[in-house]
């Protein structure tokens, strides 16, 4: 891919922003490298420096530009939420704690139920908070108990 470097620099604010920042750091990697010769390991580290001095940028821009909560709505655009649920842990996407289960408890301490902690992070309406190995426990124990499944859950698996 041939990568003119004056496009880049003549690019505006505009065209900037509406791209993403891994497309920039792709482009500044690609225009470096036309004037530096670097190893695949200076490349890495180059990459990882532009890309986190972009973000940091942005952050700081939009801190300047918006009040808090306009910066955590954007934040939460980025997270995937079923990405918080591990084997063994759920991460709760307020606080950042790691927990088997996201109790109701835990939940109020941030002001939100189960459902409005599920709207609000885009989890499905009846998706179980809890990690993936609890969620095996709770089902065995169902069906040593007999427990119809009345109750269906969306899959972890």
Not at 138 to 149: D, H, T
């Amino acid at each position: 891919m041939e990568l003119n470097v004056d496009v880049i620099l003549a690019s505006s604010p505009e065209d900037i922003k509406n791209t993403g920042i891994t497309e920039l750091v792709h482009k500044i990697t690609l225009a470096q490298a036309k004037h530096v010769v670097m190893s695949p390991k200076e490349i890495d580290k180059f990459m990882q420096t532009v890309f986190n001095r972009i973000k940091q940028m942005r952050d700081e821009e939009l801190k300047t530009k918006f009040g808090k909560q306009e910066i955590e709505e954007e934040k939460e655009k980025e997270i995937n939420p079923m990405s918080t649920i591990k084997k063994d842990t759920i991460i709760c996407l307020e606080c950042g704690g790691k927990f088997k289960t996201l109790s109701a408890a835990h939940l109020a301490t941030h002001g939100l139920t189960h459902d409005e902690y599920r709207e609000k992070w885009g989890f499905p309406k009846r998706f179980p908070l809890v990690s993936k190995s609890y969620l095996n426990k709770l089902s065995e124990y169902a069906k040593r108990q007999r427990i119809p499944g009345t109750r269906r859950f969306i899959s972890l698996h």
